[in-house]
């Protein structure tokens, strides 16, 4: 039996027991594992790793743990000037995402303010695998599990359970408050939005729409139709709110 101690970082200890949390921890193991597989089934998924210094020096995913190593850890944004030589996670993330299916209400905020999002109600942990590698989307999910797939590589655990929260966090872990695109994409289906003649969807509105309002869009995929009406506002009021919480 071969023995290692481990400390993990800042956000990292979400993940861990509250007495294992800032705290070294004695790692017990046979062979000579990688080490994502040792932080992995301490509970660290590895997308949420950007830096491993072992002995006081980095190493990557694929370095075989040994006796009396001394591990720290540190998750994306904490490294600082540690992560220039040995970050794990570049490209930094991709600006598209996937979401689980814990994640509908967030999917409509993500593409209210203009983000590429993917979602739907029955993706299965293995649909969004294989979207994500394939389109190269960085995943966000309430599923530790799902994390620790070999296939994911850019991906985020949302701590809270409220979609509010949970913009807040996703805007801070990727940098996005200089990226607003608001009112691009279709809260419904995340196609593109644009404007589009009133005489080309006059059949599809009611008299009052008509009469009231002459600024018309259109989503390119499912066609659902938008204007400037009370909803309208009451999304621009509520985007203005979130955007405060950033600056």
Same mark, same amino acid.
């Given at each position: 039996m071969s023995k290692s101690s481990f400390?993990?970082?800042? $956000?990292l200890n979400d993940f861990l027991l509250p007495l294992?949390?800032?705290?070294?921890? +004695? =790692?017990?193991f046979n062979d000579t594992p990688a080490i994502k597989h !040792?932080? &992995?089934?301490?509970?660290i998924p590895h997308p949420e790793v950007d830096l491993i210094i072992i002995n006081g020096a980095p190493v990557d995913f694929k370095y075989l743990l040994r006796d009396k190593?001394?591990?720290e850890v540190y998750p994306v944004l904490s490294a600082g000037d540690l992560a220039e030589t040995g970050s794990l996670n570049r490209p930094f993330f991709y600006e598209k995402f996937i979401l689980d299916v814990h994640l509908g209400k967030l999917a409509k905020i993500l593409r209210l303010f203009g983000f590429d999002t993917y979602y739907k109600n029955d993706y299965d942990d293995k649909t969004i695998v294989q979207i994500a590698e394939t389109e190269k989307r960085t995943v966000l999910t309430r599923d530790v599990n799902l994390l620790k797939h070999k296939s994911i590589t850019i991906g985020y655990w949302l701590r809270s359970q409220f979609a509010e929260e949970q913009l807040k966090e996703v805007i801070r872990?990727?940098?996005?408050?200089?990226?607003?695109?608001?009112? &691009?994409?279709?809260? &419904?289906?995340?196609?593109?939005?644009?404007?589009? +003649?009133?005489? !080309?969807?006059l059949d599809k509105?009611?008299?009052?729409?008509?009469? =009231? =309002?002459?600024?018309?869009?259109q989503c390119i995929c499912c066609k659902r139709i938008y204007w400037?009406? $009370?909803?309208? &506002?009451?999304?621009?009021?509520?985007? +203005?709110?979130?955007?405060?919480?950033? =600056?």
């Open positions: 400390r993990f970082h800042d $956000s294992k949390r800032n705290t070294w921890i +004695e =790692y017990i !040792a932080i &992995e089934s301490i509970g190593d001394i591990v872990r990727f940098r996005l408050k200089a990226k607003f695109k608001p009112f &691009e994409r279709c809260v &419904e289906c995340n196609g593109k939005i644009i404007k589009i +003649e009133k005489s !080309a969807v509105l009611l008299p009052k729409t008509i009469l =009231y =309002y002459n600024d018309f869009f400037r009406g $009370s909803h309208y &506002e009451q999304m621009q009021q509520y985007i +203005e709110r979130m955007q405060k919480l950033f =600056y």
